[in-house]
Structure formats: structure tokens, C-alpha cells
């Protein structure tokens, strides 16, 4: 059963929409992103579905309830923004606390719920802590466990990892992911780091232009992205112009030009795709190989990453690089295989 229900919902500022007649769903308990560059949407979905924006169409259900035009305060929801959001003059017990408060707790029960909610965040010990004594990562956690403490039926995640470092917020991602699983309330992610959206999410929608492109589990859209803008914000990828000349059972074959002819399976092409059209030709870096005999090409430029390296290599009537990913290559002139079972069939344009 859909949790999180989003029908038709479109917003504009006095001119374009911002977000353009979007319908999605998301299950109860799952970690969900919504992954895009900037000005693509995504955050003004966010504010509405917390309610700090107010639809110009279409209808925001929660847990079965119309909540298109519930105030913030009354709405299952809460958030955690990017800029941490926590009261300087508290400390981290009282920052925890102070939505609690309200309800007019007991002290036992109270101080129960909070140090319950500190273990769950991973910050016990540090109740008296004050909040200028914390770490971004600690700051994070507090503002999390706030969150948190009133039990919103979803919890909304506005870019919370964008200020850290880039190790404190891997690390903090771990920390998210294993939160969610333990205390089980649907997470709805925004952030334009595509990285961040895989490794955390069950399942992202990705966005471009007040639009969602695609809805996928992170290896499908890593491996099976359904138009160019998908696969081009989804990791790097090689494009290469062909022709579909024939569709064949389980198999499809094309013209591809500087590739030469190739068969590939027809499930790697996007739907509605037919001999006769001109497509595009996408294949990740790692897909891409050193060889014996293909493609020539030269060396323009290499990067060293660990185990793998990631290379630029000039081909003749190519004026972008193929990007390869792996092992050291022979010297001189190389070749370049490709795995065609490992080639994607996208449509020229969206």
C-alpha cells in the first residue's frame, strides 16, 4: 500500500512551473530520494509535501489523509535541514527534548524517551554537551534525534550531509541508512549528490525541469536508465550515435558507426524504440576495455584512483574522449573493446 501518495502536484513562482504535474508514490518504511541538479524541482516538492508550499494543483495523501492543505504544524511530517537547525543556547539533551516538552511529559518518561533516542543516534554520554562543543557530524545527529523524537510518520531530509567533509559525510551516511533501519519511519531524501541518493536510498526518483524522469531501484538506474538526462547524472557514461536496424526476438542490432555493426540485447532498449531510429549508444567506463584489436585510439589523458584508473582516449572521428575505467593499458596506440550486452539503446532526445 502507498504511504506517501503525490497526484498531479504542479507549483510555479509567476512563471514556469517548478514542479509540472508530478505523480509519485512511496511505500510505507522505505528510504526514498529525490535526486536532481539545482533548480530541477526537487526541493520545492519537498516543502510541500511538509507543507511550507502550497500546491497550485494536485492532491499530497499521507497514510490514506488529504494533506494538500494542512498547515505544517498539523501534518505526520517532519525535517531536518542542511544547516543543522539546533539551538546554540541548548544542549544536546534539551535540544533533543524541546519538541517533547510540549506534551507536558513526565520528567522520568521524558528523560527515558530522550536517552532511548540518544543511543539511537549514537550519542550517549553527551546529553550535557553543549552545542557549540559538538562536531558537524555530532550537530547532525542531534538534529536528527529532534526530529525524530516527536515520531513523524515521515521524516523529510533537506540536503542534512551537504555541509559536511567528504569522509564525516560517507560516514554519516552510513550512520542515516542504519537510523532508518532501526527506527522503520519512510525517509524521504532531497540531494543532487548522485552518489549519496544510491547508496542511501531503496528506491530515487530523479528530476529535471519540475519533471521526474525515472523511478528505480539505484542498480536500475545505474545499469538501466530510461533517457540520456538519466544516464548522463547518474555516474559518468559514453555516448555514441547509431541506428536500430532490426529488433529480432531477444536481439537487436545497429548501426554504430565508429563502433561498426553490433548486436546487443533487445532488453537494453528503452521502450518504444523501433528500427529505423536514430538513437544513442550509452556504455559505462568499467564496460569499456583494453584489447588485443577494436576501436584505436591514444591515451589523451589518465587519472589515478587506487586499483582502477580512469582514462581519456581519443578516437579518430570523435571529438569527445571515451572514457575507460580500469587496469594499466599496453603503451603506444590501444584498442578499445565493448561489451555489448553492456550497451543501452536511449532515444535521441526526452
Do not use: W
Amino acid at each position: 500500500m502507498n504511504f506517501l501518495t503525490i497526484t498531479n502536484v504542479s507549483k510555479s513562482f509567476g512563471g514556469p512551473p517548478v514542479v509540472n504535474d508530478v505523480s509519485l508514490d512511496v511505500a510505507r518504511g522505505e528510504f526514498f530520494a529525490l535526486l536532481g541538479a539545482s533548480g530541477c524541482g526537487k526541493t520545492t516538492l519537498l516543502r510541500m509535501i511538509a507543507g511550507f508550499e502550497t500546491p497550485d494543483s494536485g492532491a499530497i495523501r499521507i497514510d490514506g489523509e488529504d494533506m494538500t492543505m494542512v498547515p505544517p504544524h498539523l501534518r505526520p511530517t517532519n525535517m531536518v535541514f542542511q544547516s543543522y537547525a539546533i539551538f546554540p543556547h541548548l544542549n544536546v539533551f534539551d535540544n533533543i527534548a524541546y519538541g517533547l516538552r510540549k506534551l507536558k511529559l513526565p520528567k522520568d518518561a521524558l528523560r527515558a524517551k530522550v536517552e532511548a533516542m540518544l543511543a539511537t543516534v549514537r550519542l550517549e554520554g553527551l546529553g550535557k554537551r553543549g552545542a557549540d562543543q559538538l562536531s558537524g557530524g555530532q550537530r547532525q545527529r542531534v538534529a536528527l534525534a529532534r526530529a525524530l523524537m516527536r515520531e513523524p510518520k515521515i521524516l523529510l531530509l533537506d540536503e542534512p550531509l551537504g555541509a559536511l567533509d567528504k569522509r564525516l559525510r560517507e560516514a554519516m551516511q552510513v550512520e542515516l541508512r542504519a537510523i532508518q533501519r532501526k527506527v522503520g519511519i519512510t525517509f524521504l531524501l532531497v540531494t543532487h549528490d548522485q552518489e549519496e541518493a544510491l547508496s542511501l536510498s531503496d528506491r530515487v526518483a530523479v528530476m529535471h525541469q519540475g519533471h521526474i524522469l525515472q523511478v528505480a531501484d539505484p542498480r536500475s538506474l545505474y545499469e538501466r536508465p530510461n533517457c540520456r538526462e538519466v544516464a548522463d547524472f547518474i555516474g559518468e557514461i559514453n555516448f555514441f550515435h547509431a541506428t536500430l536496424r532490426e529488433i529480432a526476438g531477444a536481439s537487436a542490432t545497429v548501426n554504430a558507426g565508429l563502433l561498426g555493426i553490433l548486436t546487443l540485447p533487445a532488453a537494453n532498449l528503452a521502450p518504444g524504440l523501433k528500427p529505423g531510429d536514430h538513437i544513442l549508444l550509452a556504455i559505462r567506463p568499467e564496460h569499456v576495455r583494453f584489447a588485443d584489436a577494436g576501436v584505436v585510439g591514444e591515451i589523451a589523458a589518465a587519472t589515478f584512483l587506487g586499483a582502477r584508473s580512469h582514462f581519456h582516449v581519443k578516437i579518430a572521428g570523435r571529438s569527445e574522449p571515451v572514457f575507460v575505467s580500469g587496469g594499466a593499458p599496453p603503451q603506444g596506440p590501444v584498442h578499445l573493446a565493448f561489451s555489448p550486452d553492456r550497451l543501452i539503446g536511449l532515444p535521441t532526445a526526452g
